[in-house]
């Protein structure tokens, strides 16, 4: 919850997910697109949870089954809503008529395809409504590349109306002040103000900015509420998701370098929204976190890794060129090197496995050695079965561990092997053919071809 005092006025979220992602070009609908390893409705709908809002409603479209999963997904109570046809923003809205009418002092519209606002400026724009005192508070920003973006035009600091990119004249084009979309309204006069927007445009499209007009002509007052540019980015098309991407990404370096990571080269390392990196870890260049990944203190990501749903325990080494996937559980002291693929494993304290090795569905004991190019057979192309080492044990390099199959505490695996069957502790487990040497036989052979 945010330091503010809404003196217990009630709020309802609504949040606009309905349109087409023409723009996008994508099978997909837009708030579906990930940022930093989550959607950017999940990114909305988080940022709405921590500012407290009482409700959330979100505005899908029809056919829309992938946004409703995803948003109960994140915010479980969250109500839906559905826009049949798609006749802009008021429109939109107006979806939420019901729950608009059940009486709730703040609304707050966000949009879904404006993912990095934070919790704070929600707070801002509620605080600027002073307790119904303006009936609608639009959210601007200042931008030196407005085209696209409806602009807020102003008089003596009063905003007078929001002018449509599209149907902006060349002057108001010139300005600088956008709009981000967002806005806040009274929620006891929010339902006649949207009821009077019509659709007189180029789009013949229900446009929300023209709710400040709406507003003013009823004598109500309105205002304006101003947000950093980095944060009321719209997405629309692949490059804007590029550079919300970018944007989040500085956002969250700028976050685990002051938890006191180092970055060695933070503009190569891509982060996921919830990657916990602990104190004094070094990330070298070129690494990328999927989601759910925990580093433990003192721990070094060298170069060309990546992890995804992994935890990494203290003071271990990953990489260069480790791929760490899903279930991944590393505890401390643990050396991954180059060219090792780790999945749904448990991996013992002080354990090392450097080269070239897949460990897939088992559990490595504490200090035991994985050899160079050692695989555990895992799947039979129809189920996985597991593998386990216990500690302490010597794995020589090139083996194949076909499992179910257990290696006992402190056992030994000869170089090359294929372990089809347990092995008991402190044993030698070896499965190849015996070496032979036929002595003269090479000398003898080259002699009969040359005759
Ligand atoms: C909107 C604003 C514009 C602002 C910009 C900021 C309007 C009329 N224009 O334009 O002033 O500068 O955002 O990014 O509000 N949506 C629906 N149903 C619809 C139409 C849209 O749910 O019928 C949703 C979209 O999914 C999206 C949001 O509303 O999340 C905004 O719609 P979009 O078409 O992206 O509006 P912009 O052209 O970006
Ligand atoms: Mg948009």
Redesign the pocket.
């Known amino acids: 919850m945010l330091p503010l005092d809404f003196q217990g006025r009630t709020c309802l979220a609504i949040v ?4 087409e992602s023409s723009r996008m070009r994508s099978a997909r609908p ?2 579906l697109h990930n940022l930093a390893g989550r959607s950017m409705l999940a990114h909305v709908l988080s940022s709405l949870m921590e500012a407290g809002a009482d409700r959330t409603i979100v ?1 899908v ?1 029809p056919n829309h089954g992938a946004v409703v999963a995803e948003a109960k997904a994140i915010a479980r109570d969250a109500e839906i809503a559905i ?1 049949t046809e ?4 008021a ?2 809205v107006l979806a939420a008529r019901e729950a608009i009418a059940r009486g709730y002092d703040d609304l707050l519209i966000v ?4 993912p990095l606002v934070r919790p704070e400026t929600f707070a801002k724009m509620r605080k600027a409504l002073g307790g119904g005192q303006n009936a609608v508070v639009a959210l601007g920003f200042k931008t030196k590349q407005p085209a ?3 602009r807020l035009i102003l008089e003596d600091g009063a905003l007078k109306a ?1 002018r ?1 990119d599209r149907e902006a004249s060349e002057t108001e084009r010139n300005i600088e002040i ?4 967002l806005m806040a309204l009274d929620g006891n006069r929010a339902l006649a103000l949207l009821g009077a927007i019509g659709n007189a445009n180029s789009q013949k ?1 229900y ?3 023209d709710i400040i007009t709406v507003a003013r002509s009823s004598g109500l007052d309105v205002a304006a509420a101003i947000a950093a540019e980095d944060e ?1 980015l ?1 997405v ?1 098309d692949r490059a804007q998701l590029a550079a919300a991407e970018a944007n989040l990404q500085a956002r969250l370096r700028a976050k685990a370098m002051r938890g006191g990571a180092t970055l060695i080269d933070p503009s190569s390392v891509t982060l996921a929204f919830d990657t916990v990196l602990g104190r004094d870890v070094v990330v070298e260049p070129h690494v990328v976190f999927g989601r759910g990944v925990s580093v433990g203190e003192g721990s070094f990501i060298r170069s060309f890794s990546h992890l995804e749903g992994a935890a990494v325990g203290q003071n271990a080494i990953i990489g260069p060129f480790a791929r760490l996937r899903p279930g991944a559980d590393l505890a401390h002291d643990v050396h991954i090197g180059n060219f090792v693929e780790v999945k749904a494993s448990e991996v013992g304290a002080g354990a090392k496995i450097n080269h070239l090795s897949y460990i897939g569905d088992a559990s490595i004991g504490a200090k035991t050695n994985i050899g160079a190019g050692t695989i555990t057979c895992n799947y039979d192309g129809f189920s996985k079965f597991r593998t386990e080492v216990g500690a302490h044990a010597f794995i020589g390099s090139n083996s194949a561990l076909v499992a179910p199959v257990k290696i006992g505490d402190g056992a030994y695996i000869g170089s090359g092997s294929v372990i089809t069957q347990d092995v008991a502790p402190d044993a030698l487990g070896l499965a190849r053919a015996r070496p032979i040497e036929k002595p003269g036989w090479a000398k003898a052979f080259r002699e009969k071809k040359r005759k």
């Open positions: 606009l997910a309905a349109g837009k708030v505005i479209g826009q798609r006749l802009g923003t429109h939109a949009f879904a395809d404006t696209g973006y409806g929001i449509e956008c709009n981000a979309g499209e446009y929300l900015t009321v719209g629309n």
